[in-house]
């Protein structure tokens, strides 16, 4: 069943709540509930017809309604009423036995916030994307951002007018970082309560909606960084009403959710039903799931692969398709392997240690994870195979990690220079310009962007923004805010940061993290956004740079250099990436002769006799054509 309350159109809507163990439940409808109502006016009776209640016949006439009025038991632990008289707006609560009325645990909307009552959502929607027919993997440019802090207003709608220069640097996806309600107006959006209602702050529901159909519009496709490994603390009612949460495992956020235990068909369904969810009614083209890794699952269908196979047949029935994301460090190739060879089924997943591996050559950060990292070896692997760590031992982990990955297929990879989490978890929330000139910037840009993998850039990356981004909050809970104070300085202390911890909970760590978007036109950032420009053209019209493959893929560490040659062939197409890793200059030897032909990057090509003049953090592109027999 659907959980929530399902608005069906001419004032009618059908409450459904799954509590198994609840004797009795009942819906409260609060007065003044109506679009435009505040919502929370006392619980006066009123007078609607009910259809489904213990009490009374599917044709029943108005009755008097009091403070509560009590649901039908269905199956499966199920409990639903169907109601007339009920306008979009308007605001009700859950309540089992004699606990206290609740927010719904599948609420589409919290107008009053995480501890306010829920609202009724009429999921009409005048959508002109008919002939929407989405985007291939192959084609996806992925665009990371945080919809609060990417414009002045941090809503939806204010995104709207800057996706025609999005596309046209050549970005073909947005992916938005949590939209699920959150406690207050500021928060990264993975301490999320509400998994089915949209962040009031960002705009509600139908503002993204017209987010979505604006990016359909302009042949831009919108993936949801959806967050099923754990919920937040504040506003968190789940665990009242039924058994979502098991204290067999432990996360680093607190009780696992109970995908494999007693009752755990019941929140297998809410989560199942709330992938379909985003996909009928917002027409998402792709979701991002959050630290699958964490996700304790022991049993014989491991629900991530059902969560794949769900999405998968929906979008097969809607007729254009959904692709799914891993976000994992765990080095394990069984997250993007097909179901039918035992596999969880996602289309692609993060690969943590290509960035890592790049950050290291780049800015010889050796503290935490970055300390198993830093050779040009270690990044050849990258290219070549996918994980640096296929089962050797991480001094970081203490143990051995990872498994190879050298069949994975290059889309199976989705690569970043940075990222939400490589940005903001540090301390300083500090971008890679801080600790990289902007040589560096253009070598790390073009590693990523004529890679064979799928790249992600992180939002004001492609002009080079200065303006940090930290890690915000907004509890009204002083307890809660105290301990991820204390959590956050925890963090810090295995990578030795120091200094001043900036304030998770203040406005002003929040408002100092919003792009300066005026940047982009401006001196060296106007430079940067050209070179992106420049990549992302290469990338999307070049022959060999669209293709995502391995195959005529060779990666090469070049030995008493920190210089690494890429060679890419499609056809009878050849390219060479070259890049330098050292502040001094260096006489490169390349694997093959030219003649060349400069593509972007180092302004003289190769001499003759395959030897590259590099400067310092240098970079190029180059072509050959055509292949000798011999090739």
Not at 188 to 212: K, N
Not at 217 to 238: I, K, M, Q, W
Not at 456 to 480: K, T
Request: some cysteine.
């Amino acid at each position: 069943m659907t959980p929530g309350a399902e608005y069906l159109g001419d004032g009618r809507c059908r409450f459904t709540l799954w509590a198994p163990f609840a004797r009795v439940a009942y819906v409260h409808l609060l007065e003044g509930g109506g679009e435009g109502g505040s919502g929370e006016g006392g619980e006066l009776p009123l007078r609607v017809p009910l259809r489904g209640t213990t009490g009374g016949s599917e044709n029943s006439s108005l009755v008097t309604r009091h403070s509560s009025l009590t649901m039908r038991k269905v199956a499966h632990g199920y409990h639903q009423v169907e109601l007339d008289g009920i306008a979009p707006g308007a605001r009700y609560r859950f309540q089992i036995d004699d606990q206290p009325p609740r927010p719904d645990p599948a609420s589409r909307r919290q107008p009053d916030g995480v501890h306010g009552p829920s609202a009724v959502v009429d999921p009409a929607f005048p959508w002109t994307d008919q002939a929407w027919r989405g985007l291939d993997l192959h084609r996806w440019v992925l665009y990371e951002l945080h919809v609060g802090t990417f414009t002045p207003d941090g809503t939806f709608d204010a995104i709207v007018p800057r996706l025609d220069d999005l596309r046209d640097l050549g970005v073909t996806a947005l992916e938005l970082m949590p939209v699920a309600q959150n406690p207050g107006t500021r928060n990264w959006g993975y301490d999320a309560v509400y998994p089915w209602a949209v962040q009031e702050s960002y705009g509600g529901p139908d503002s993204l909606r017209r987010l979505v159909d604006a990016c359909h519009a302009r042949g831009l496709a919108v993936v949801l960084d959806l967050v099923y490994n754990h919920l937040g603390p504040e506003g968190n009612y789940l665990g009242t009403f039924a058994p979502y949460f098991t204290q067999r495992y432990q996360t680093p956020w607190g009780d696992a959710l109970n995908f494999d235990g007693p009752h755990s068909d019941g929140v297998r369904e809410y989560f199942l039903e709330n992938a379909r969810y985003w996909m009928r009614e917002f027409h998402v083209d792709g979701f991002r799931f959050d630290a699958v890794h964490a996700i304790a699952d022991q049993s014989a269908r491991p629900f991530l692969a059902e969560l794949n196979e769900v999405i998968h047949a929906e979008a097969r029935e809607r007729g254009f398709p959904c692709w799914t994301v891993a976000e994992t460090d765990a080095n394990v190739p069984r997250f993007v392997t097909p179901a039918d060879r035992l596999g969880y089924g996602f289309d692609a997943q993060w690969n943590d240690d290509w960035h890592h591996a790049l950050h290291a050559l780049l800015t010889g950060h050796d503290v935490g994870y970055y300390a198993d990292y830093g050779t040009v070896q270690q990044f050849e692997r990258a290219w070549n195979e996918g994980y640096v760590y296929q089962g050797e031992y991480a001094s970081f982990r203490e143990r051995r990690h990872g498994a190879p990955s050298a069949t994975l297929a290059a889309d199976r990879f989705v690569v970043f220079a940075t990222n939400h989490d490589q940005i903001g978890n540090p301390m300083a929330g500090s971008r890679l310009g801080r600790f990289a000139d902007a040589g560096r910037l253009r070598l790390a840009a073009m590693a990523l962007i004529l890679s064979p993998f799928v790249p992600l850039l992180f939002m004001g990356e492609e002009y080079a923004e200065d303006a940090p981004f930290f890690y915000f909050i907004e509890h009204g809970d002083p307890q809660l805010v105290e301990a991820v104070r204390q959590g956050r300085r925890e963090e810090f202390r295995g990578f030795r940061w120091t200094g001043e911890l900036p304030d998770p909970q203040a406005e002003s760590t929040f408002a100092q993290s919003r792009l300066r978007w005026e940047l982009r036109m401006q001196g060296e950032h106007a430079e940067m956004l050209g070179w992106y420009r420049d990549l992302l053209a290469l990338r999307r019209y070049d022959p060999v740079f669209r293709t995502l493959s391995k195959e005529g893929l060779t990666a090469r560490a070049v030995p008493g250099t920190r210089a690494l040659t890429v060679e890419r062939k499609a056809g009878d197409e050849a390219r060479l990436i070259v890049l330098h890793f050292a502040p001094e200059p260096a006489d490169v030897p390349l694997p093959f002769a030219g003649p060349w032909m400069r593509m972007l990057g180092c302004e003289a090509p190769p001499r003759a006799d395959a030897v590259a003049r590099l400067g310092p953090w240098a970079c190029g592109a180059y072509c050959r054509k055509p292949l000798p027999p011999s090739a």
